[in-house]
């Protein structure tokens, strides 16, 4: 032993506050908690948001292996000590905790390991408990305290469940019991459905053998959400390029697969077209889409190698990589962040290249033969509009102007003023009647061109 070493523990009051806020939102907390339940060869996973005012609760089930008392017991450590295998999802021994104190101020965690005797082993991290006694003390639970839908799951199977109470983060209103709060709720319950839908689509779809996965938020299904449209016959998928890597674990292969998306005139349907804007719609969609064993990391953008453009939105990429390489992706305990090698930014910038100007050219030859944009068409609807005119839609879905019952040529471009005696409220009447048959990647355009035009007219 060296002399005069002293070992200092962290303020348990102090830390555990501080770990409430690494970064993870109410859908990123989740996912990571799912990764946990693949880990255990869970083959389905119930996530269920219960709205109750103040005492609104949620519960992450599975029905995988479930843990003994032990290993339950490491879980709950923060830096649990264990031996993560190549593939595995978790990194940090961090997850479970940080990802429910993100959300809330007390979590349990409930699991059942033996799959003859319904023996629960639960144990509770309670924030208030330890700022109290500024102590990391874990509480055992009661398995007669626990929920009653809690101890029939675990009757009912092996497995983990997690509940989530004091939820502070998640409700986030100074009148928890309010209809705001509820509306926020069920709101969050969508978007966590679009989240766990991208994230892990490739479990969702069997894609990856020996793992897959059902999951249900209130009892509804999630359905995979593939990022490439592969089930539309005119996605082009390239050719795949693999490229190695050498880390400080070893060598691992980092696979770029490009894929070239339909203009949305040849897509199979305008609904197949909507679900394949994603959840940040066409134009933030586009890019990378970077797997970590399988598991979705980053959902877009070009992690900047390129620039957000409306011609390449039809360009998606699809980047996987081994744990071995989490060192040089840098990822972040929250599962939200990695960032591109150095050493493979210019082999990626090339092997894209293709996938990009396909996708440009795409673009540009479908807008070529479709019908005028709204970039077009705003511009003359007032005088239409105040001519006795009316909005239509074309039979491609594209707005038109109606005149006598007849659609005029697009026009040639106007200067920079509104017609003389134009009021704003003229404007706004038209608005509105292009955002109910304006396409999803036109609405950006239109709301510009109002903003742009609003200032120039009458009040």
């Known amino acids: 032993m060296i002399a005069g070493r002293v070992e200092i523990i962290p303020s348990a009051q102090r830390l555990v506050r501080s770990l409430r806020d690494v970064g993870y939102e109410f859908t990123t907390a989740i996912a990571d908690l799912i990764d946990n339940s693949i880990e255990a060869k869970a083959r389905t996973v119930w996530v269920d948001v ?89 509480l055992p639970v009661r398995t007669a305290d626990l929920d009653d839908k809690v101890r029939q799951h675990l009757k009912d199977t092996t497995g983990t469940v997690i509940i989530w109470e004091q939820i502070d983060r998640i409700l986030g209103y100074k009148k928890p019991d309010g209809e705001s709060a509820r509306r926020q709720i069920h709101a969050m319950c969508r978007e966590l459905e679009d989240h766990l839908a991208m994230v892990f689509h490739r479990f969702l779809s069997g894609e990856v053998r020996g793992k897959r996965l059902a999951i249900y938020v209130n009892e509804n299904k999630v359905a995979p959400w593939d990022p490439f449209a592969r089930s539309e016959k005119n996605t082009r998928k390239l050719e795949a390029v693999t490229l190695r890597l050498d880390g400080p674990n070893g060598r691992g292969d980092v696979i770029v697969e490009p894929f070239v998306l339909p203009h949305q005139s040849r897509f199979s349907s305008p609904e197949a077209f909507n679900r394949a804007s994603g959840p940040e719609k066409w134009n933030r969609q586009q890019g990378f889409y970077i797997y970590r064993a399988d598991r979705m990391i980053q959902s877009g953008g070009w992690s900047g190698l390129r620039a957000l453009d409306e011609h390449r939105k039809l360009s998606r990429i699809a980047i996987s990589f081994t744990p071995k390489l989490d060192e040089e992706f840098k990822i972040n305990v929250a599962k939200m962040r990695v960032s591109l090698p150095a050493a493979l930014r210019d082999a990626i910038g090339k092997s894209i290249a293709s996938a990009v100007s396909l996708a440009e050219e795409e673009y540009r030859q479908s807008e070529r033969k479709g019908a005028p944009t709204i970039a077009q068409v705003v511009p003359h609807a007032l005088p239409a509009i105040r001519n006795g005119s009316h909005v239509a839609a074309s039979s491609n879905g594209a707005p038109q102007i109606m005149i006598g019952g007849e659609a005029p040529s697009p026009a040639p471009a106007t200067s920079a003023h509104a017609p003389a005696g134009v009021r704003r409220s003229e404007l706004e009447h038209v608005a509105e009647l292009f955002r109910k048959i304006v396409k999803p990647d036109e609405r950006e355009v239109l709301e510009a061109l109002v903003a742009r035009a609003t200032p120039l007219l009458d009040d």
């Open 50 to 138: 219960v709205w109750g005012g103040e005492s609104s609760y949620v519960t992450i089930a599975d029905n995988g292996e479930g843990m003994a008392l032990q290993d339950l017991k490491e879980a709950m450590r923060f830096g649990s000590e264990r031996d993560y295998e190549v593939e595995d999802l978790g990194k940090f021994g961090l997850g479970l905790k940080t990802a429910s104190l993100s959300q809330c101020t007390k979590f349990t965690v409930a699991t059942r390991q033996n799959p003859t005797r319904a023996d629960v082993n639960a144990y509770c991290w309670d924030v208030d408990h330890v700022t109290a006694t500024n102590r990391w003390e874990i």
